[in-house]
């Protein structure tokens, strides 16, 4: 249950884009010629800082998991927090952050597989696919909470606020009850099993269609980050940062 040197590199490296971030210059913000250590932090912290948290989603699924009864995820290396036992490369990490990077969709990633028979009950079932969308909106609140409580640079206050946002849009993306996402394997051991079944069918299909109308859609891609900013407000998040963080990450728009 060591953390792994993987992602304590990672959190390195999100440590070091947050130092360039607050080193930069912000007031380049509302320039065309914006300052690129500025750009380069940003883009660094919130792309590490999401593959971050992408492994403590897959580590609070494993967690809970262990301690309803399937023992198999410490031998599976769930427990260490290496993202590289969660994800296919190119599949979790690679195509998540080109989405991020176009759309600023956070695709869900990786994924940990549970031997659910093991489990103690249905309720220890629900709440292990709730433990994965829970952690996101806890980092997503405990970044909040220190950019509204810690006085920092505006670079560090824009990346970080970014960061939590798309903590909080995970979240909900997660938690929709759609087969694929957590929000269908909290509900679905309590479901029959003529729908269980149907579950099962589509669930290769469901999120990508699901994506596929946040994409082409623009009323439900409204929706959805009007759902994620009355969270983020609620938690105490900063619009204003939030707003300078995304356009600073797609920097090129």
Do not use: C
């Amino acid at each position: 249950m060591r953390p792994s040197p993987v992602f304590l590199g990672i959190l390195a490296l999100t440590v070091a884009g947050g130092v360039m971030a607050a080193f930069g210059d912000v007031s380049s913000i509302l320039l065309r010629d914006r300052d690129p250590l500025l750009i380069a932090g940003v883009v660094i912290f919130v792309a590490a800082g999401w593959v971050a948290s992408l492994s403590l989603h897959e580590f609070g699924h494993a967690m809970v998991a262990y301690r309803g009864g399937d023992y198999s995820v410490a031998h599976k290396g769930y427990l260490t927090l290496d993202v590289r036992k969660y994800t296919d490369p190119v599949l979790s990490i690679v195509l998540p952050l080109v989405f991020l990077i176009i759309g600023g969709i956070p695709l869900p990633g990786g994924a940990v597989w549970i031997n659910r028979g093991a489990l103690r009950s249905r309720g220890t079932s629900s709440w292990v696919s709730l433990a994965g969308p829970l952690s996101n909106l806890a980092v997503g609140a405990a970044l909040a909470l220190v950019v509204a409580l810690v006085p920092m640079s505006g670079g560090l206050v824009a990346a970080m606020s970014y960061l939590a946002l798309l903590q909080v849009v995970t979240f909900i993306l997660n938690i929709l009850p759609i087969p694929g996402l957590d929000g269908w394997g909290a509900i679905e051991p309590y479901l029959p099993p003529q729908a269980r079944a149907f579950g099962a069918q589509i669930r290769p299909w469901a999120p990508i269609i699901l994506f596929a109308i946040l994409w082409f859609f623009k009323p439900a891609n409204a929706a959805l980050w009007d759902g994620a900013y009355s969270i983020f407000d609620a938690l105490g998040g900063n619009r204003f940062g939030a707003s300078a963080g995304a356009s600073l990450f797609r920097f090129w728009d």
